[in-house]
C-alpha cells in the first residue's frame, strides 16, 4: 500500500512534467486518501489515544 | 504589497527543491546508521512527496489557491503522523506492551538516532509546521494568481528540473519501499532487514 501510495505521486510528477492537470490531480488526491487509511490503519484506536505501538 | 506569479513560481520551486533536498538528507541518514525507516517514517516521507507536488503544480500549472490546498493537506497529514510519532517516544518510561508507565528507562526508547539534538520525527513536525506557516504567508499577497501573465522561458525551464527531481526522488521511495516492505507490513524495528534481501 505503501510502495502503491509512492508510486501514484511518481505518476502524478511525471503527468505534471506534461501538463496533464487532471491526471497530477486524481494521482496526488489518490495518494493522501491512502496515505491517510494507511494512518488511522496504524493507529490502535482501542487504547486510550493509541499511544501504544 | 504585489506578488507576480514568476515570483511566486520561484518560491515554491524552492520549496519543491528543498523538500527534495530533505528527502535526499533522509536516504543519507537511512543508509549511514543503517536504520531502515518504520511506517510512521514512511508516511512522512510520503507527505513530504506530497507537499513538493504541490509546491510543483503551482510552479508547472500557475500559482492557484487549489495547489496550495494541496501543500496544506500534505502537510497537515504529515504533521499529524510527526506529532504522533514524537507523542509516542516522548516519554521513555512508559511501557509500550503494556500500556501503563514504568520505571525501568529504556522501556520506550527512541526511534534513530538524533540530528542535532532532535529525532527526525521532531524535525519532519517542524518541517511541516513551517511548510504550513510558509503556505499562510505567501497566500497574503495578491497578483500571483493573475493568469494574464505568462510564464518566462527560464522559469518553466528551472520547473521542468525540479519535477523532474521530484519524479526521480518519488520514484525512488517507491522502490526502496518495496524493496523494505514488500507486499506485506513495513517493519518497525528499525534493523537493516530488507524484505528483498530477507
Redesign the interface.
Known amino acids: 500500500m505503501m510502495t502503491l501510495a509512492f508510486l501514484l505521486l511518481a505518476v502524478g510528477g511525471v503527468a505534471l512534467w506534461w501538463q496533464r492537470a487532471r491526471w497530477s490531480w486524481a494521482t496526488v488526491v489518490l495518494a493522501l486518501a491512502l496515505g491517510i487509511a494507511i494512518f488511522l490503519g496504524d493507529v490502535d484506536f482501542a487504547q486510550t489515544l493509541g499511544l501504544q505501538l | 504589497m504585489r506578488l507576480s506569479p514568476d515570483a511566486a513560481r520561484v518560491l515554491n520551486l524552492i520549496g519543491v527543491l528543498a523538500m527534495v533536498g530533505v528527502l535526499a538528507g533522509a536516504y543519507v541518514y537511512q543508509f549511514a546508521h543503517q536504520e531502515l525507516p518504520c511506517?510512521?517514517c514512511?508516511?512522512q516521507r510520503?507527505?513530504m512527496?506530497?507537499v513538493a507536488?504541490?509546491a510543483?503544480?503551482n510552479v508547472?500549472?500557475g500559482p492557484d489557491p487549489r495547489h496550495y490546498g494541496?501543500i496544506l493537506?500534505?502537510a497537515a497529514?504529515g504533521g499529524?503522523?510527526s506529532l504522533?510519532q514524537t507523542?509516542?517516544h516522548i516519554n521513555p518510561f512508559?511501557d509500550?506492551t503494556k500500556?501503563e508507565p514504568t520505571l525501568a528507562a529504556t522501556s520506550n526508547p527512541p526511534f534513530g538516532e538524533p540530528v542535532f539534538g532532535l529525532h527526525l520525527y521532531v524535525w519532519g513536525l517542524l518541517l511541516f509546521a513551517v511548510a504550513i506557516l510558509a503556505v499562510g504567508i505567501v497566500m497574503l499577497f495578491r497578483g500571483q494568481f493573475d493568469r494574464r501573465e505568462p510564464e518566462t522561458g527560464a522559469i518553466r525551464r528551472l520547473g521542468?528540473l525540479g519535477?523532474?527531481l521530484?519524479?526521480l526522488m518519488?520514484?525512488a521511495?517507491?522502490a526502496t519501499?518495496?524493496m523494505e516492505?514488500g507486499f506485506g507490513d513495513?517493519p518497525?524495528d528499525g534493523k537493516w532487514n530488507w524484505w528483498l534481501f530477507g
Request: one cysteine or more; a neutral charge.
Open positions: 511506517t510512521l514512511l508516511l510520503l507527505a512527496v506530497a507536488l504541490g510543483a503544480m508547472t500549472l494541496v493537506v500534505s497529514l499529524a503522523v504522533r507523542l509516542l512508559f509500550t500500556g521542468h519535477v523532474g521530484l519524479v518519488a520514484t521511495e517507491a519501499t518495496f516492505c513495513c518497525n
